[in-house]
Nanobody, 125 residues
Framework: QVQLVESGGGLVQAGGSLKLSCAAS????????MGWFRQAPGKEREFVAA????????DYAGSVKGRFTISRDNAKNTVYLQMNSLKPEDTAVYYC??????????????????WGQGTQVTVST
């Protein structure tokens, strides 16, 4: 069982930045690809970004490409999401997730085996 704990959420003005962190309890962290998803009130959970096991490959949703950066530090069992140029429509609960299946499916919710509890990001106008 892998436990994931997100941190770094908060309230920020439009145009500002936040950096989310997700710490994993499993020492085999580098066996998982990692993803960030978000869910706004009344909407389905949606893909934000994913990173492969060693970090060589990253993928982003079109709505965040060029503004968000996913990275990982396997020595610290931690994945990060740097969010710049934030917009009000980025407001949501952000979740990190860990998966062991095919990385090609990493943009889908069902590709992940473990989820964090989520951290709220609110972007004001």
């Amino acid at each position: 069982q892998v436990q994931l704990v997100e941190s770094g959420g908060g309230l920020v003005q439009a145009g500002g930045s936040l950096k989310l962190s997700c710490a994993a309890s499993d020492r085999t962290f580098n066996n998982y690809y990692m993803g960030w998803f978000r869910q706004a009130p009344g909407k389905e959970r949606e893909f934000v970004a994913a990173i492969s096991w060693g970090g060589a490959r990253t993928d982003y949703a079109g709505s965040v490409k060029g503004r968000f950066t996913i990275s990982r530090d396997n020595a610290k069992n931690t994945v990060y999401l740097q969010m710049n140029s934030l917009k009000p429509e980025d407001t949501a609960v952000y979740y990190c997730a860990a998966g062991r299946g095919p990385y090609t499916a990493s943009f889908t919710v069902r590709a992940y085996d473990y989820w964090g509890q989520g951290t709220q990001v609110t972007v004001s106008t």
